[in-house]
């Protein structure tokens, strides 16, 4: 008894190869997407966090020129850029109580926005600026800048 092959068409198995590779390549470009996008939110999650570090110690900064002793005098800098990342940096102070001091630093044009406020319990004179700062405690005031500290 003879047994009937199934006529083999190379057309069929042209497609069924065509099929088995798009599927693969459609797997292969859902993980590659799924992957930059973790990549890139773990590189925006480190940008804030630096961003709020840099906050972190400028308000560390303020806050040891107010504990210190009187004719305390320090420079420090401020970076251009924080990760590559272009940014704002001001002084907000309480003129009527004069117990506290924001800083508020802000990200511009980047790919994700970031406003970060850190609340310092001193009461600053001045302003803040990208490169050298100087900061000066004198009869109790704290100077950023200024070229006479009106303690």
């Known amino acids: 008894?003879?047994?009937?092959?199934?006529?083999?068409?190379?057309?069929?198995?042209?497609?069924?190869?065509?099929?088995?590779?798009?599927?693969?390549l459609l797997i292969f470009s859902v993980m590659l997407v799924i992957l930059l996008n973790k990549a890139g939110q773990a590189q925006m999650d480190q940008d804030r966090q630096s961003l709020e570090q840099a906050n972190k110690a400028i308000a560390d900064e303020l806050l040891m020129a107010a504990f210190s002793e009187e004719g305390y005098v320090r420079l420090f800098e401020i970076p251009e850029l924080i990760n590559g990342i272009n940014f704002t940096i001001s002084l907000l102070s309480n003129a009527t109580a004069q117990n506290y001091t924001e800083i508020a630093l802000k990200s511009i044009n980047h790919t994700f926005s970031f406003e970060g406020v850190e609340i310092v319990p001193v009461f600053v004179n001045g302003t803040l600026v990208k490169g050298q700062n100087r900061i000066v405690k004198k009869q109790g005031w704290v100077c950023i800048n200024l070229p006479i500290c009106p303690g």
């Not at 008894?1 to 693969?24: L, V, W, Y």
């Open 1 to 24: 008894m003879k047994i009937k092959s199934m006529p083999f068409s190379k057309g069929q198995s042209a497609i069924e190869i065509t099929i088995i590779t798009s599927m693969m």
